[in-house]
């Protein structure tokens, strides 16, 4: 139940900045489960490589080459979905940094509710 609620809560911030960011299109609620979905199973499965092959410039930039692997997250996922679309590697970079911080604060908010 709780992997429900998560998605739900990201399809919605991913609709939320869509709607605030130029070059972010979602064409619906639908298209944002889907993002939320696959960008969950991409930071599953691709994520973890990405940062084991990369973990010298990782250390080189003090771990600042992670949003770069974040952004590329969000390039592949618009690859894969269809009514889903960034229009650049720094918009993509904007997104990942937007979405993460407001996943953070509802993750937060969420385990205050439940405590």
């Known amino acids: 139940m709780n992997l429900i609620i998560r998605l739900l809560i990201t399809a919605l911030i991913v609709m939320l900045l869509a709607h605030f960011l130029p070059g972010v299109g979602v064409t619906g609620f639908g298209a944002a489960i889907i993002v939320a979905i696959v960008l969950a199973l991409l930071n599953f499965i691709v994520k973890p490589i990405l940062v084991v092959l990369t973990i010298p410039i ?53 385990k205050e509710n439940k405590n």
């Open 58 to 110: 990782t250390i080189v930039t003090l771990g600042l080459f992670l949003f770069v692997i974040n952004a590329c997250i969000i390039l592949l996922a618009d690859k894969f979905i269809d009514g889903f679309g960034v229009d650049g590697f720094w918009i993509a970079l904007l997104f990942s940094i937007l979405l993460s911080i407001c996943q953070s604060i509802a993750n937060s908010l969420l």
